[in-house]
């Protein structure tokens, strides 16, 4: 079992330090994966200056740098995947992995981890400049905050690798990407928070993929859930990562699209 464990770890190391080393090289996509989320800290901040998000029970920075953390997510595991699935899939090079001492999971994986350590960085980040600059609360559940994190790395990492089954080129991942983007960003309450909603939206928006992972951060920073919401967030979660590992098994493309 040892040496089971010790080979896997030692495959995913090697795929993700190669994955890590094509990320760098692509500027723009680093470009975006590092400073388009922080910069998106401040149009959520500006949406809500016209709302009252004391109504949901948070201020307007707390509202917009939780919300800001699930865009992170967003920015670098999920727009920044669809195209690396896309890419190494076109280049030929997913089909040559797949000849070798790896499993389909592990080369997933692989290819995921520079992503996923990197939003988990930058969400780390975004935490303790909440506290420190913007004396922002201490995070009241913390585990509650890193699981929502971690959820939505691998919520977010399945969802990816599904929306490149249907994305044709690097170029098309622009486009692609847009209805997870789109819903997630007005209505799983990044920029809105669903507590100052009309009670049918809100619930409504509660259905989407994103809503749960919303609510486990804010939960966790913030604190005043209820086990019910808590219990309802993760399965909300739980579900659609369920639908999303479904649907890489069941759609997910190893070869250039013809």
């Known amino acids: 079992m040892n040496t089971t464990v010790v080979a896997v770890t030692g495959r995913l190391k090697a795929l993700g330090r190669a994955e890590l080393t094509l990320l760098v090289r692509n500027r723009s996509a680093l470009a975006v ?6 910069a998106m800290i401040g149009a959520i901040k500006a949406s809500l200056d016209p709302l009252d998000p004391e109504e ?15 865009m992170t997510l967003i920015m670098v595991v999920y727009t920044n995947l669809v195209s690396a699935y896309t890419a190494r899939r076109e280049a030929l090079v997913l089909k040559r992995l797949r000849t070798g001492e790896a499993s389909d999971p592990e080369i997933l994986t692989g290819i995921a981890l520079p992503a996923a350590v990197l939003a988990l960085a930058q969400c780390a980040v975004m935490v303790v400049a909440g506290v420190v600059l913007l004396r922002l609360k201490v995070p009241v559940r913390p585990e509650l ?4 994190v971690l959820v939505g790395m691998v919520l977010l990492s399945a969802l990816a690798a599904a929306t490149s089954a249907y994305t044709r080129t690097v170029e098309s991942a622009q486009i692609t990407t847009l209805p ?11 920029f809105i928070p669903l507590e100052v909603l009309p009670q049918k939206m809100a619930s409504l928006c509660e259905l989407l ?5 919303v609510q486990l951060v804010r939960a966790g920073w913030l604190g005043g ?17 369920v639908l999303a590992v479904f649907a890489v098994v069941r759609w997910f493309r190893w070869e250039p699209r013809r």
Request: glycine residues 16%; charged residues 5%; aromatic residues 6%.
């Open 33 to 38: 994966a590092l400073f388009v989320p922080v």
């Open 56 to 70: 949901a029970g948070m201020s307007v920075p707390e509202a917009a740098m939780t919300g800001g953390i699930g």
């Open 145 to 148: 905050l890193v699981a929502g």
């Open 180 to 190: 997870v983007f789109l819903v997630s960003m007005i209505g799983s309450g990044l």
């Open 209 to 213: 993929p994103m809503t749960g992972v």
């Open 225 to 241: 859930a209820q086990t019910y919401d808590l219990l309802g967030a993760a399965l909300n979660a739980l579900a659609w990562t």
